[in-house]
């Protein structure tokens, strides 16, 4: 129903022109329904376009002159509301009118532009071209106050036309800004997208807080009856160096019985990753130990290093729970000896060397700053 609308106003266009001694003025221009393309060679646009180009070039001078504006409707329904619309209208509007600039030699100036949010997907071209005769009969009878009127409708014209111009720029630049809008939003929604996901997961998607100084305590270590504590200083957030110490000493079974050490373990990390919760390190351990748990006892040195692994889980602000292993290398070079009487009696020497665990620990760190 709309399109048999506008062929009837067409049509009625084409009567009207003939009548007062016109050529046939009007062209109608294709478009694919949610498109702003303009296919010169679909739906017959090629036929129309070499029409309305002859037309132009045997009115050139009057065209450029001013005096026969070209008029150009754009029409759009096939979007969800009227300012998309009467966007793809004036888009369609200015691809046809950039074909006719291109290869018809004319100006922006030329054109009265008008769109519409209704009817179809189509551009309608129009010019009012009166017959030689006529003109020529109706500008020899005309009185001066004739010419001035006539003068003055053409300079309304005018005026219009650059006001239908100027509007048609503000609404391309609006839609053009109301776009860049829309893509920066976008941005900005997929760059917060990731951060959201991070802070909705627990403890397992959570890094370690950035710190500079943190003190250390090894569970294990406490839990065997040995003091052990440290401290790391983060040189940088990637790499802290950690000194952790060692002792204690106990006797039983009227001092039969002993479980004496101390040791000193320096350490070197370098923390992986984006989150800094993973790390490798290397690690020296120093220290002297006394054991007897049997008739014989075992005193002396031990000293060896290797390399350490481990993550670091954040349990909340302050804290942090560490578990570490360390495989490398140890040697022991202790004697052996019997307690006889309440004196020590020496029974040799022995020195032992291991390669595998020479460390592990799961430590709770209290980050201080």
Request: proline share 3%; glycine share 8%; aromatic share 10%.
């Amino acid at each position: 129903m709309k399109i048999s609308l506008v062929n009837l106003f067409a049509l009625f266009s084409l009567c009207s022109l003939s009548a007062q001694g016109s050529t046939d003025t009007t062209y109608t221009f294709r478009f694919v329904p949610q498109k702003d393309m303009f296919y010169v060679p679909w739906n017959g646009n090629d036929r129309e376009l070499a029409r309305l180009l002859e037309c132009v070039e045997n009115n050139r001078q009057d065209i450029l002159g001013g005096t026969l504006p070209l008029y150009v409707d754009g029409w759009c329904n096939s979007l969800d509301s009227e300012k998309e619309n009467l966007r793809m209208a004036a888009i369609r509007s200015n691809r046809v009118k950039s074909e006719l600039i291109v290869r018809g030699g004319i100006k922006e100036e030329c054109f009265i532009t008008r769109n519409h949010a209704s009817d179809g997907d189509f551009v309608i071209v129009r010019l009012t071209v009166p017959a030689p005769e006529a003109s020529t009969v109706e500008s020899e009878g005309l009185s001066k106050a004739e010419e001035e009127r006539l003068a003055a409708e053409r300079a309304e014209q005018e005026r219009k036309a650059a006001e239908e111009r100027r509007k048609a720029e503000e609404a391309r630049r609006a839609a053009e800004k109301e776009e860049a809008d829309r893509l920066a939003k976008e941005q900005v929604a997929r760059q917060t997208e990731q951060p959201q996901e991070i802070t909705a997961t627990p403890l397992e998607s959570q890094s370690s807080a950035p710190y500079h100084f943190a003190l250390r305590a090894n569970l294990l270590r406490w839990a065997t009856l040995t003091p052990d504590l440290g401290l790391e200083w983060r040189v940088h957030p990637s790499w802290g160096i950690l000194v952790n110490g060692s002792w204690t000493s106990w006797t039983w079974s009227d001092k039969d019985r002993r479980y004496a050490l101390w040791e000193v373990a320096p350490e070197v990390r370098y923390y992986i990753g984006e989150k800094k919760a993973w790390y490798l390190g290397a690690m020296f351990k120093a220290g002297q130990f006394n054991y007897k748990f049997s008739e014989t006892g075992k005193q002396g040195d031990l000293m060896g290093g290797g390399i350490t692994a481990g993550y670091q889980l954040r349990l909340n602000k302050a804290l942090d729970l560490d578990f570490n292993l360390g495989l490398g290398y140890l040697n022991a070079d202790y004697e052996k000896y019997e307690v006889i009487d309440g004196v020590r009696v020496r029974r040799g020497n022995e020195t032992k060397d291991w390669w595998g665990p020479i460390n592990a620990g799961v430590t709770l760190v209290w980050k201080l700053f």
